[in-house]
């Protein structure tokens, strides 16, 4: 029977740790591990309840499938397993037909346009296309490029959710370019994610230009598509993957299948080291990872935090994850995680600004029209003391969750 939409149980959980790392050592068994290539889960494992459901939560199951003639699975959990594989690869069939319509229709207006994350990093960890499964498209543009690559997606019959102003070269649309680093796009058939930097993280992970004359062109299904190089490629997954708290085991199977590509010291020399050191750490925590325990360098302590964090968020469901009530401490502590990357004075002003300031704040929640600035601050020091008012009515001494 198929998954349900439950969340995994940290039995679940724990047991698709150890499934995973096992699989992992099978790909890396050649170079690193020969004893690892004979290892088996304990059939036990493969009958822990929610762990059908981690599988699902975690998108694994294109990891997963290929050892289900190699492991004792009971029919009706491999079939499920078949089944959930057959689906991710079918959306990664979709994801990329939505890819390469964008790509060439930005093309056409002479946009230059990287393909970040899925078929293409798929690509470049496993040479199909389809091992990462769907998901949204993630473009990549210059920022002088931005509006016209907005345009040309209207075009194809998206809409904006939020983020952008819909007048360029306005104070607001050069702040929020300067605060933020995406803006969503969605029509039925897909959703597109426009990247104009890769990340709030500006200084560390390379800008357009920088990506663009080092960028990586790959055969997809008979096309070539530009992305990110490797090394690229690397750190803004470890830098990515940390922003999320990690909360998806598939983002922690590239980060251990892209480093495997370098040499320890390599991996290293890549920027930035902090967001590499962590990810690493919750990467060998789940996947075993052998290549990367030079890398990770953590305290015990700081060690401990960080995967107590990770494995939290791997419980919460995608849509859960971040959406606990409103409490300043958290707010705060949100804000310390996403500076704790920055080491140039610009990036921790604009994390900074990014939570006073928020791009959303510009724009109608209902209608998606601008706010002239008054009616925006106002609109946002009202949800503030609103916030403000329900925590203190739901009590001030409450243990934050």
């Known amino acids: 029977m198929p998954p349900s939409a439950d969340p995994p149980t940290g039995a679940g959980l724990r047991a698709l740790y150890a499934l995973l790392a096992i699989a992992m050592a099978r790909e890396t068994s050649p170079p690193w591990d020969p004893s690892s290539s004979a290892a088996a889960p304990d059939p036990d494992q493969l009958l822990v309840g929610g762990l059908l459901e981690a599988i699902r939560r975690h998108r694994l199951a294109v990891v997963l499938e290929p050892h289900l003639g190699r492991w004792p699975w009971s029919e009706e959990r491999a079939e499920a397993v078949r089944a959930l594989a057959a689906r991710q690869r079918l959306a990664a069939m979709a994801q990329l037909r939505t ?7 930005l093309a056409a207006h002479d946009v230059r346009a990287l393909l970040i994350k899925g078929p293409a990093l798929a690509m470049q960890t496993t040479a199909n296309y389809t091992d990462r499964g769907g998901g949204d498209v993630d473009l990549f543009v210059a920022p002088a490029d931005l509006s016209r690559a907005v345009g040309v997606l209207e075009g194809l019959g998206y809409d904006q959710l939020g983020a952008l102003p819909r007048h360029p070269g306005q104070r607001r649309w050069r702040y929020v370019c300067w605060v933020h680093h995406e803006q ?19 200084h560390g992970l390379p800008d357009f230009d920088a990506a663009w004359t080092q960028r990586a062109t790959l055969p997809i299904d008979g096309h070539a598509v530009d992305t990110l190089s490797r090394g690229h490629a690397l750190a803004y997954a470890c830098v990515h993957a940390q ?73 919460d469901l995608p849509h859960q994850h971040g959406q606990r009530p409103w409490h300043p401490q958290r707010a705060w502590q949100h804000w310390c995680q996403g500076a704790s990357l920055m080491r140039h004075p610009e990036d921790l002003l604009r994390t900074l600004a990014f939570q006073v300031f928020p791009p959303s704040m510009f724009q109608d929640s209902a209608s998606g029209a601008d706010l002239p600035l ?8 009202g949800r503030l003391t609103g916030r403000l008012g329900q925590w203190l009515e739901d009590g001030v001494g409450l243990k934050i969750g």
């Not at 994610?193 to 990340?199: G, K, R, V, Y």
């Not at 999320?244 to 590239?254: K, S």
């Not at 967001?275 to 750490?281: G, K, T």
């Open 374 to 381: 008054g009616a925006a601050c106002r609109g946002r020091l």
């Open 243 to 315: 922003r999320d708290q990690w909360m998806e085991l598939r983002a922690l199977v590239d980060i251990d299948r892209l480093a495997r590509q370098f040499r320890p010291e390599q991996v290293l020399s890549l920027q930035p080291q902090r967001a590499l050191r962590l990810s690493a750490a919750v990467t060998i925590a789940a996947t075993g990872a052998p290549h990367l325990k030079g890398v990770a360098g953590l305290g015990r302590r700081q060690r401990r935090t960080v995967l107590d964090r990770a494995w939290q968020a791997q419980l």
């Open 99 to 105: 890819a390469l319509e964008a790509l060439r229709a």
């Open 184 to 202: 969503q796009l969605r029509r039925p058939t897909g959703l597109i994610d426009l990247h104009w930097a890769l990340a709030p993280l500006r």
